[in-house]
């Protein structure tokens, strides 16, 4: 639970984490990709992993907030749901929300700055922290967690990045298979295409090349790895589908703008 007056003002933030918020009083503003929005009382919002977005507050403001981390980074809820931004909350769920920071007081922020919590160290210390309590505890968070997640599943639609079964199909498969060799004689194969068509009706449905599309979704996975682990850099080079660490060292500068070591290190507060 968090208290704020004025001083929720947070620009360009950007992380591998979904965020949960539950607004108990006042008001607020998300600025997201699609929109500018308001954040008011009994209302669920929800804003997916890697979403860049900026926080406005002018006067009084108080939430509830969960940051969600999945661990299986080649699965996420968010790449087969389209979710809603806000949603009613439930009565119950100021009560959901109460109990999980009773049940997890360890995980309570220090501060509200993103900086200070959205980073390796903190999220290192957490998951320790969080192998060593009750199971039980551990079952009824996510449960909770699941419960409010089901307010925005209600209303959600399943995702189809294009309305081309052939295409989706293969973006599924990239999905799912980021640490293999994903090669577009394959990729073609799979969608029973020639090549070249396949790459130009693949660019023409996502707006990207099969290339670019990969590349950028093994870099979203190695950021999340990166903050959420302490696996060395040439076995999670690896992990996201790169055998040559260095190239992958390049390739991940290139997309982030920063080599794997930095950007785990500018996470460590």
């Not at 639970?1 to 607020?28: C, Q």
């Not at 293969?170 to 394959?186: C, K, M, W, Y």
């Not at 295409?193 to 996975?221: L, N, V, W």
Request: charged share 25%.
């Amino acid at each position: 639970m968090a208290s704020h007056d004025g001083d929720w003002n947070w620009e360009h933030v950007y992380s591998p984490f979904a965020r949960l918020y539950y607004v108990t009083e006042g008001e607020a503003q998300v600025v997201l990709p699609s929109g500018t929005y308001r954040l008011t009382p009994g209302k669920l919002y929800l804003i997916p992993p890697f979403t860049t977005h900026s926080n406005i507050c002018t006067g009084p403001f108080a939430h509830y907030y969960v940051h969600i981390y999945e661990p299986d980074v080649n699965s996420s809820l968010f790449d087969e749901w389209d979710f809603p931004f806000e949603v009613d909350a439930d009565k119950a769920d100021p009560l959901l929300m109460q109990r999980l920071c009773d049940i997890n007081p360890f995980l309570k922020l220090p501060q509200s700055n993103p900086d200070v919590y959205d980073n390796h160290q903190m999220l290192m210390n957490n998951l320790r922290q969080n192998m060593n309590r009750p199971y039980s505890d551990k079952v009824e968070s996510r449960g909770i967690l699941f419960v409010l997640l089901s307010r925005f599943i209600k209303h959600a639609t399943r995702k189809h990045d294009t309305a081309d079964s052939r295409i989706q199909k293969t973006v599924t498969h990239i999905r799912h298979h980021l640490s293999e060799e994903l090669s577009l004689d394959e990729l073609a194969s799979m969608a029973c295409m020639s090549k070249d068509h396949f790459i130009r009706m693949f660019r023409q449905a996502t707006g990207q090349t099969p290339t670019a599309y990969i590349i950028s979704r093994r870099m979203e996975k190695a950021e999340l790895l990166l903050v959420t682990t302490n696996m060395p850099i040439k076995q999670l080079a690896v992990e996201v589908g790169y055998r040559d660490s260095s190239y992958f060292n390049r390739l991940f500068h290139k997309y982030v703008g920063l080599s794997p070591v930095l950007y785990r290190k500018e996470r460590v507060m």
